[in-house]
C-alpha cells in the first residue's frame, strides 16, 4: 500500500538524496538498488517543484502511448522494451517485446542534453508500475546515477480485478490522479527510431 506524503516532504527526499516517497513495492522484483518509489501524483509534484533539475522518462512503447494517452509533463520517452512484429511472446497471446539495447544511452543523452549530471533525480514511469518500472530503473545502474525514482502506480494505473466489467485500471496510476494527460503525443519528446 502506498502511503500518502506531503509535497514539503517529496521535495526533501529528493533534494537530500536517497530515501522512499511511496512505500516499497511488495515483490522484490520491483525493488531497486535506490529504494526510491513515488505515486504518480508524488512524481508530479516532484516534477512540479523541482522543473527543469529533475528527468521524467516515459519508458513506455510510443505505440502504446499512441493508443492509451501520454502526459506532457515527462520530459522525454525512451521505451524500455520494444514491441518485436515478427515473433509472438512466449506465454502470452501477444507480439514479443524486447529490451531496447539503446534504452541507457537514451536516458544519459537526454540528460546530456538538459545540463543534468549523475546526482541528478530520474524519475522512470511505465504502464503500471509493474512490469517495466523497476525494469528500467535496474537498467540504468550501469551509468551510476545517484537518484532513480520508480512510478509505482504508473500511467495506466492498477487493475481493478473484480469490476463486474472486467479488469478495468481504474484505481490509482496517472490517469486516474487527475493529473494532466491527453491522447496528443507531443513529436518533441518521441525520437524517433534511428534518430
Not at 126 to 135: D, I, K, V
Not at 173 to 180: I, T
Amino acid at each position: 500500500m502506498i502511503r500518502k506524503t506531503a509535497t514539503a516532504a517529496i521535495i526533501a527526499a529528493a533534494l537530500a538524496g536517497p530515501g522512499i516517497a511511496a512505500d516499497a513495492p511488495d515483490d522484490s522484483g520491483k525493488q531497486t538498488e535506490w529504494g526510491l518509489y513515488l505515486t504518480a501524483k508524488e512524481a508530479y509534484e516532484m516534477k512540479q517543484a523541482e522543473g527543469d533539475k529533475v528527468l521524467f522518462v516515459d519508458v513506455r512503447e510510443p505505440i502504446e502511448m499512441m493508443f492509451t494517452g501520454s502526459t506532457d509533463v515527462v520530459d522525454v520517452n525512451v521505451p524500455f522494451l520494444m514491441v518485436d512484429p515478427t515473433a509472438w511472446h512466449p506465454e502470452k497471446p501477444v507480439l514479443a517485446m524486447n529490451e531496447n539495447p539503446d534504452f541507457a544511452a537514451g536516458v544519459a543523452a537526454a540528460m546530456e542534453a538538459r545540463g543534468l549530471d549523475k546526482d541528478a533525480p530520474v524519475i522512470v514511469m511505465c504502464r503500471s508500475g509493474g512490469e517495466r518500472g523497476a525494469p528500467s530503473a535496474k537498467a540504468l545502474q550501469p551509468l551510476g546515477l545517484t537518484q532513480v525514482y520508480v512510478v509505482v502506480d504508473g500511467f495506466e494505473g492498477s487493475t481493478v480485478k473484480d469490476d463486474p466489467r472486467g479488469p478495468w485500471r481504474l484505481k490509482n496510476g496517472w490517469k486516474n490522479s487527475e493529473l494532466p494527460w491527453g491522447y496528443e503525443m507531443n513529436k518533441d519528446k518521441i525520437p524517433l527510431r534511428g534518430e
